[in-house]
């Protein structure tokens, strides 16, 4: 059990993928719905994102 807390506490909320993007949180919702943005899990009914993955998202997206 310890694991998994740990595990989770490293997952970014929707509010803090939203300020490291400097983009509003509806901006993420949308790019959710069109399967754009970086991919998000649903732990309960929250979203949650995996910096690594937020991060990787934001690299391939380069001009």
């Keep these: 059990m310890a694991s998994q807390q740990a ?8 509010e803090e993928v939203s300020a490291f993007l400097r983009v509003p949180v509806g901006t993420l919702y949308q790019w959710r719905y069109r399967r754009m943005g970086p991919r998000a899990f649903k732990v309960g ?16 997206r380069a001009a």
């Design 45 to 60: 009914r929250h979203l949650r994102y995996d910096p690594t993955d937020v991060r990787s998202w934001l690299s391939g």
């Design 7 to 14: 595990a989770t506490d490293e997952l970014w909320s929707i």
